[in-house]
């Protein structure tokens, strides 16, 4: 199985919601009440978005893991 990592970018939004936004997919953002929720979030709308990519771009049996890369 192909497993793809992805970097996520994650803020706090104006109502303290923390926004997950992967870089690396246009327009692949989820939210969450706190980190963990969002991270978990975000990794399905990852899932969602490489859905939508055509099978000659990337494997069948890809799997994908997400992190949260801290300064």
Same mark, same amino acid.
């Given at each position: 199985? @192909?497993?793809? =990592?992805? &970097? +996520? +970018?994650?803020?706090? /939004?104006? /109502?303290?919601?923390?926004? #997950?936004? @992967? &870089? %690396?997919?246009?327009?692949?953002? *989820?939210?969450?009440? =706190? +980190?963990?929720? #969002?991270?978990? @979030?975000?990794?399905?709308? =990852? ?6 990519? %055509?099978? /000659?771009?990337?494997? #069948? /049996? =890809? %799997?994908? *893991?997400?992190?949260? +890369?801290?300064?």
């Amino acid at each position: 199985m @192909n497993k793809r =990592t992805f &970097p +996520i +970018i994650i803020e706090k /939004d104006e /109502d303290g919601f923390c926004v #997950a936004v @992967n &870089p %690396s997919l246009q327009g692949c953002y *989820s939210q969450g009440k =706190t +980190i963990e929720e #969002a991270l978990k @979030n975000v990794q399905e709308a =990852t899932e969602l978005c490489l859905e939508d990519v %055509s099978a /000659d771009d990337l494997p #069948a /049996d =890809t %799997s994908v *893991s997400v992190h949260l +890369i801290m300064a």
